[in-house]
């Protein structure tokens, strides 16, 4: 869980004996980027917190028992909103598969959900302004839809 | 300016409101809220092991890697192997999207193009690692290697299709500094 700050620390280290000065600026330039960055991240805890409610009853009951297209279109759908970390998504998704649900679906859920982030709008936004979120986001839906219907067609659930 | 330094100062507020509710409703014992506290645990745990070290990473890179050497490998002057470096480079981004977003800023602002970053910021929450492995594992490693074999194409056309359009209008990326 911590790995990562070993290897920043590993890092600093190797930095701060190569070059002290270097080292100090660059540890104030990634504070400013960070401080400045904070609130955001905070704001989007909050959100997050709150769009984990949706249970995974829900999202059962949802994707499963449709037929595949409309199966699809709502995994797409609930895969763009919510946002879960992946120790909680793929478990859902076996689930889902177990109880029979095409993998056209769990495709399209897992992918949008990993793709598209309505939930971390406001800090995409931050870096790479309004414009580029957006484009990005339709982009990354786009490409969703076409994974998840190749998915059904390698799968043999859908027929060309 | 100032209007930033606001906003933050706005979310920091209601940031302690948030936190006030949940500790509320652990001693009240309301449930929707004691959910939410859950939740918001899992989300902050990941925060908190991932982004102060990251960083610390890229106020590092921000001093240490060249102008050139960014632009030799993700900008214009750089072919097709940009695409494979934003992959790889993504693919061994630790702590996903989160890291990524703020990464890709400085990559850009240090001479990467449109698609290079576009390329690695999609990149990085389609093919991590970690996050592969476990979904092979459950999933069966037929499903994941159509997902990320159908997948990575298309990112790298839809990067080059988004770079060239915000180039053509002569779109800016904020500065995140």
Redesign the interface.
Known sequence: ?????Y???I??LI?FFTDRE??I??????????S????????L??I???I??ISDQFIINYLGGQAPFIGMIMGLIIGSITMM????A??L??IL?SRGVD?MV??AF??TL??V?VA?YP??K????I??TI??NI??F??SA??AV??GV??GEVLV | MAK?KN??????I??SI?IAFIVGSYFLNFD?GE???S??M??????V????????????????VSRESIENNFGHTSGFKKYIYAILLAATT??G??VA??V??TLYHKGAN?SSI?TY??AA??VMI??SI??AS??GV??TA??IG??LP??II?SI??GN??SKIN????K??
């Open positions: 869980m911590y790995t990562l700050y290897i920043a620390g890092a600093v930095s270097r080292t600026k660059g540890l104030k330039i990634g504070w400013k980027k960070f400045k960055i904070l609130g955001t991240y905070l704001k805890l909050i997050l917190s709150i984990l409610l970390p992946g120790f909680i793929y478990p998704a076996g598969v993998y769990v495709a897992i992918t990993m793709l982030g971390t800090v995409e931050e870096y790479f302004g414009k580029a484009w990005r982009a990354g786009v490409i076409m994974i190749a998915t390698l799968y | 930033k906003s933050n100062k706005l979310n920091y209601i940031f948030f929707l959910r939410i506290g939740n918001f899992i989300f902050a745990r990941d925060m092991s991932i982004l102060p070290p990251a960083f610390v990473l890229i106020g590092l890179f921000d001093v240490w630790v702590g999207t989160f977003f703020p890709a800023n449109y576009f910021v999609t929450s389609l970690p996050m476990m979904e459950i999933l037929k499903f159509i997902r159908v997948s298309l990112v839809s299709i988004l359009f915000f779109y800016k990326i904020p995140a500094e």
